[in-house]
């Protein structure tokens, strides 16, 4: 796979390369194209470097022998950032060095599949960030991102949308799903808005009053 697409500008949202299940390499590549910054966490590194991608910045804690000084010359001109703190993940570390540099949106991949505690810590953790960065979780079959308290998208019919509260989330409304939902809530555990679809061509607008509420564009 060749090296990312050479953007300096910081317009187009950064990657993060996390180590949970690969993703397609079309997909891989169609992100790697117009990303100004391609972070790789730790742990993913070696399985980087084995599809030949150009980082820019490694980061994570460096524990279990890790010696990121090896890749300064192949990787050449690579940043290393150490995190060591353990009361967070290496991908919080990540959404946290991009915060302080300003970037404003990040797309992340490799951050699902694998082991569950990871894909379900990776998914929920994204709320702490609602008004630092967008975020944005891909794989081979979701698009995952929290959304504002008012969103509209143009979808096509039959697209397989569903909303995955984070904890509570109140006065929700639809439109132009096939299950429409009109000044609900849904609670994680108990109810949430799973497997919906988008009911005809066009604009659907959905709205909420308060909590964190996460779609999934999701493809089958």
């Known amino acids: 796979m060749s090296s990312h697409h050479i953007v300096r500008d910081d317009q187009e949202p950064a990657l993060i390369i996390a180590n949970g299940a690969s993703c397609h390499p079309e997909l891989l590549g169609q992100l790697l194209e117009w990303s100004p910054l391609v972070i790789v966490l730790d742990s993913a590194m070696e399985r980087v470097l084995e599809l030949g991608i150009k980082v820019d910045v490694l980061l994570g804690d460096f524990d279990h022998g890790f010696d990121p000084e090896v890749y300064k010359t192949t990787q050449y001109p690579i940043e290393i950032v150490h995190t060591p703190d353990q009361n967070k993940t290496d991908l919080e570390k990540a959404f946290e ?4 540099r300003k970037i404003p949106a990040v797309n ?10 990871h894909t379900i810590t990776n998914l929920t953790n994204i709320v702490r960030y609602r008004n630092l960065i967008k975020i944005v979780i891909l794989d081979d079959h979701s698009k995952i991102f929290l959304l504002p308290n008012k969103f509209e ?10 909303l995955i509260p984070i904890g509570v989330v109140n006065g929700i409304h639809s439109e132009n799903l096939v299950y429409p939902l009109e000044n609900d809530t849904l609670t994680i555990g108990y109810r949430t808005g799973s ?11 959905l709205t909420h009053t308060d909590g964190d509420l996460l779609l999934m564009e999701c493809i089958d």
Not at 108 to 117: I, L, M, N, S
Not at 200 to 205: A, E, N
């Open 97 to 100: 060095y991009l915060i302080e």
């Open 108 to 117: 992340v991949v490799w951050a699902t599949g694998k082991r569950a505690d």
């Open 153 to 162: 998208k143009w979808y096509t019919a039959g697209t397989p949308i569903s």
């Open 195 to 205: 497997s919906n679809e988008v009911s005809q061509d066009g604009l659907v607008t």
